[in-house]
């Protein structure tokens, strides 16, 4: 059965809102593609409206700003018992609203609770320090919130990224307005209302649903916008980033696109590697920034791997999310479907060689078979660019030098990752590779203590651990005479 839809407003002050101009757009099941709801478009005026709410309550007199920062972490401990109580519930709505097969968002859900409350935990713990300057003065910094801050979120993850961006913000004590993908409105409204259950004061979490060039860029733009956080496309965080120079500097913590390479080593477990290796590009249809892309086995073992991975490929089940055999679901719509496809017309026209998958699956949907490509070479567009969806693809390399060289040769820095039964090759490509997340002879591995986020154009900053609390402060210096 369907889950029910409960909210589909603007949330401004803790109240559900129309939009002023009184539009509303469609969003979608991705396994069908049929309407699912029709949720509030909200335009400048009500980010306008969102962004003074998010000030009021960031006022250093208001309920918010007054609470002491362990009143903070135990409304956060609160909204994680009720993501708790709801989590079923939730991980209907994300699988309904953009294709994560139903058992997967089950345990993305009860994962996401542990973030809440690690995040809960941290509110009473930033600190300043005492500094002993020279003169007679005694000197410490203060670590204050940094005001009100837009989140902008995405479509691939909305449960994940609302919550660590959320969290961590208000641990830090900011005021915020959230911006959901346009793919994927539902799950921040229920979420948001479930922070107003917690006890989160009004105006201090906004939802304002919309378009990127409407609500996004009205955000980016607005003057009593202190910091935005933003999870996207590298297009689009190059735009935020000029909008914050454009307008009042904003603070900005970007997490973008990647290439990430994976490295197979003559001496790593076969079977070990083939797995975490289909699992590191096929998770989640292949819509992960961190999705390894680019893997390089060595000629070792190339042929053997080879033949495996096209097995481990064609094993995965590909249906309708609801069904628990279903290993993936849908691409998130037609139009990336479509840009996923385009990916491998032009992989075979590039001279890569299609080993299984790449198609289609029935007419209704947005279904791809998981797709292998052997005899990629660093020149093809699918060895080069962001594909985001299930797409494999197999390069060939001699020697651990030359596999870093070759990895490190993208503009992308965001995951990478090796599989060697060897110490010193694990050390030296650790060192080495240029990635803000290195996994050795494992993929994917994530916690709300580790620092999440890229190098070079993969973003700007970091999410998860201590560093992204700071990012959400400013530091005041006080120096006072003795
Ligand atoms: P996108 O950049 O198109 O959109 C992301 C968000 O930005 C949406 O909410 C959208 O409405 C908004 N937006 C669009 N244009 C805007 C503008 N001009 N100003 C302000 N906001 C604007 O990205 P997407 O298609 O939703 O997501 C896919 C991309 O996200 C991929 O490149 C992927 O790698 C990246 N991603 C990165 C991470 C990470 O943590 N590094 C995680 C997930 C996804």
Redesign the pocket.
Known sequence: MAPEIKYTKLFIDNEWVDAKSGKTFETYNPHDGSVIARVAEGDKEDVDLAVAAAKRAFHRNSEWRQMDASKRGEILYKFSQLVERDQKYLAELESYNNGTVLNIAYGIVSGAVKSIRYFAACADKITGETIPADGEVFSYTLRQPVGVCAL??????PIS?FLSKVCTALAAGCTMVV????QTPLTALVLAALLAEAGVPKGVVNVVNG???GA??S??HHSDVAKVS???????GK??QQ?SGNSNLKRVTL????KSPLIIMNDADLDIAVRYAGNSVFFLQGQ??IAASRLFVQSGIYDKFVEAAVKYAQSIKVGDPTDPTSQNGPQIDKEMMNKVLGYIESGKQEGAKLLCGGHRIGTSGYYIQPAVFGNVTDDMTIAKE?I?GPVQSILKFDTLDEAIDRANATNYG?AAGIFTSNLNNALQFSKHVEAGIVWVNTYLHFGPQLP?G?FKQ??IGRENGLDSLLAYTEVKTVATAL
């Open positions: 902008i979120l995405p479509w691939n993850a990224m911006k959901p993908a346009e378009f990127g060039p996004g860029t955000l980016t933003f999870t996207g496309s590298r297009e689009v735009l935020i909008a997490e973008l696109g990647g992960m920034c962001e985001f965001l999440f890229g993969s973003g």
